[in-house]
């Protein structure tokens, strides 16, 4: 079958980096997506990544390992408004995302 | 970036009739729609996937002759609820990719339509 495997919840300090961790069983894979969603809002892309290793993005980085079927986003100097929910999404071999919960992100000051 | 549009934003409504929900991708052909649905402190679940000029192909669970689904060109994708009942009260997103090689299949996400039943 297909999983997605997260933390429910996390929290973290203003100014700290935080590392969220997926890992995922697919029919197939075609890259993996990395999406923010604040509350009462739809989701916003932030990352893709279909090859091992690491892809940076300004305060954001995310890490691929195929063999392993696993994935963290990197969120760097973090900032209040990164309170949000982080949904890792891996596209199975019909270009399928294949969503989780997610991780709730709580920043504290 | 790729914008995509959703209309209404929010509406309420009274059990039993039907509301019709548009997608539009603003400013690239969308070749393929999809319409999800997502309660509170869930997951966004897949209802139905639609391509331009074809029949939407629906999620197990999902009654296509509740949920009507018409694509009917690459920039537009409507969902109707009908007969609504207070459980079908919901956010429903919608979101559009413009092809199936590399980066050109992301999706790009509407600002979602929060449907409240009466």
Redesign the interface.
Known sequence: GQNIDQPTEMTATEGAIVQINCTYQTSGF??L?W?QQHA??????LS?N?LDGLEEKGRFSSFLSRSKGYSYLLLKELQMKDSASY?CAP?DSN???I????TKLIIKP | GAVVSQHPSWVICKSGTSVKIECRSLDFQATTMFWYRQFPKQSLMLMATSNEGSKATYEQGVEKDKFLINHASLTLSTLTVTSAHPEDSSFYICSARGGTSGFSYEQYFGPGTRLTVT
């Open positions: 075609n890259g997506f999406y009462g809002e739809a989701p916003t892309f893709y279909v949904l596209s270009y399928q995302l969503w989780g919960a997610g």
